[in-house]
C-alpha cells in the first residue's frame, strides 16, 4: 500500500501530510504519570543547622513526626553516626513523587570524627550495589530507584567558611553524589556577611578540588526567562537559606516565617533568603539530578565494580597513602602480570614458527 493510499485509509483531522508521531512525548508523559517518580535527598549536616525544617519547609509535608531530639548526654554516648532514610508518598495535581530523605543525625556531634564520612559512602555504595543487582536480574521492570540523587550539605553560618571536616566530606562524596551546598539559618546573617561567606565558600570549594552540582547550560531555542532564571539559581550557588514551618500574619496575610523582636523573616521572600531560589532548583533540575546521577556518578560505580574482582560486595575504604610494603606488593604484581604477558607472546611466537615449518615440510613434500 503507497502514502497516499494509507493517508486516504486513515485521513487526518490536522494539517495534510499528518503521520501522528508528534504524540508520542503525551504517550512517554501519561506513562510516566501513571508510574509515578521517584527522588532520594541526602541531607548532611551538624545537629541544629535547622536540615529538618528546611527539608518539611520545601515539600509542605512532616517527615519526622515522631522524632525525639536527643539530649547532650545521649549525644556524647552515641559513638557512631547512624543513617535515618524517611520516606513519603507526595501528591500534586495527580502526579505522585515518592521521596526518600536520608539524614545525617551525629554528624560531626563526636569529639573525633575522622571516620563521619565512612558510614555515608557506605550507604551510597549500597544503594548503587543494590540498583546494580536489581539490573543484572530477572525482575528488571520494578526496579526501585533509591540511589541519592542529591546531597544538601548545610554549612554553619557560624564559622569563617569550611571546617576541615567540611572539606574532607565533601571531597570524599564528590565523586559520588550531587553536592549542593547550602549555608543553614542565613537570618543570623546580614545580606553582606551571607555575601562574602558565599565567595568565602566557593573559593574554599575551588582550591580542595570538590565538585559540587552545576547547573546544566541553557539550550539556545530556551525561554529567555528560563534562561534569566537559570542565571540567577547558578549565581545564587551556595543557597543561603532560613526554614519555617509556622505561620506568621504580616500585614493581614498568613505567611510561613520567623517572628523575631525586631520584625518577620518571611521563608518565602527571595529578599530575605535563598529558599525559593533552591527549591525551584531541586524542582526545575530534578530530572537532571537523576540523569547525572545516573550517567555519571552510578556508571563511575558499575565500571569500578565489573572490573574488579568477583566476589561479595565491600564497601570501599577511605583514600589514604600507600605505604612502603603496599607500594613494593603492587610492583611485585605488575611484574608478574609483565612477565605472564611476555611468556604468553613468545609461546604465541613458538607456535606460528612451528606452524610455519608444518606448512613449509608439507610443501616441500608434496612437491617430491
Not at 69 to 85: F, G, H, N, R, Y
Not at 235 to 253: I, T, Y
Request: aromatic content about 6%; overall charge negative.
Amino acid at each position: 500500500m503507497s502514502v497516499s493510499e494509507l493517508k486516504a485509509a486513515f485521513p487526518s483531522h490536522d494539517t495534510p501530510g499528518y503521520v501522528g508521531f508528534a504524540n508520542l512525548p503525551n504517550q512517554v508523559h501519561r506513562k510516566s504519570v501513571k508510574k509515578g517518580f521517584e527522588f532520594t535527598l541526602m541531607v548532611v549536616g551538624e545537629s541544629g543547622l535547622g536540615k529538618s525544617t528546611l527539608i518539611n519547609s520545601l515539600f509542605l509535608t512532616d517527615l519526622y513526626p515522631d522524632r525525639l531530639v536527643p539530649s547532650a548526654a545521649e549525644k556524647i554516648a552515641k559513638k557512631t553516626m547512624q543513617l535515618d532514610a524517611s520516606t513519603v508518598e507526595i501528591e500534586e495535581r495527580g502526579v505522585k513523587l515518592r521521596l526518600t530523605v536520608v539524614d545525617t543525625p551525629g554528624f560531626g556531634d563526636a569529639i573525633d570524627n575522622g571516620g563521619s564520612f565512612l558510614e555515608i559512602n557506605r550507604y551510597i555504595d549500597e544503594q548503587y550495589e543494590r540498583y546494580l543487582r536489581d539490573e543484572s536480574g530477572l525482575n528488571r521492570k520494578n526496579i526501585i530507584d533509591n540511589r541519592v540523587h542529591c546531597c544538601f550539605f548545610f554549612i554553619s553560618p557560624y564559622g569563617h567558611g569550611l571546617r576541615p571536616l567540611d572539606i574532607e566530606v565533601m571531597k570524599q562524596l564528590s565523586d559520588k553524589v550531587n553536592i549542593v551546598p547550602v549555608i543553614a539559618k542565613s537570618d543570623c546573617l546580614s545580606r553582606d556577611e551571607v555575601n562574602r561567606l558565599k565567595g568565602i565558600i566557593l573559593k574554599e570549594i575551588k582550591e580542595n578540588g570538590i565538585k559540587i552540582y552545576s547547573l546544566p547550560d541553557c539550550d539556545s531555542d530556551e525561554d529567555e526567562d528560563f534562561k534569566q532564571q537559570v542565571d540567577d539559581l547558578r549565581q545564587s550557588m551556595p543557597f543561603a537559606v532560613v526554614g519555617a514551618n509556622a505561620m506568621v500574619e504580616v500585614g493581614g496575610k498568613k505567611i510561613r516565617g520567623r517572628q523575631y523582636p525586631w520584625g518577620v523573616v518571611e521563608v518565602e521572600n527571595p529578599k530575605h533568603c535563598d529558599f525559593v531560589k533552591l527549591r525551584t532548583m531541586l524542582i526545575t533540575h530534578m530530572q537532571d539530578l537523576q540523569e547525572v546521577t545516573h550517567d555519571v556518578h552510578y556508571e563511575n560505580y558499575r565500571s569500578h565494580r565489573l572490573a574488579s574482582k568477583p566476589g561479595g560486595f565491600v564497601p570501599p575504604t577511605p583514600v589514604r597513602k600507600n605505604t612502603a610494603d603496599e607500594k613494593d606488593k603492587q610492583l611485585q604484581e605488575k611484574e608478574l602480570e609483565l612477565k605472564r604477558m611476555q611468556e604468553m607472546v613468545a609461546a604465541m611466537q613458538q607456535q606460528i614458527k612451528q606452524q610455519s615449518q608444518t606448512s613449509l615440510a608439507s610443501l616441500a613434500t608434496s612437491d617430491h
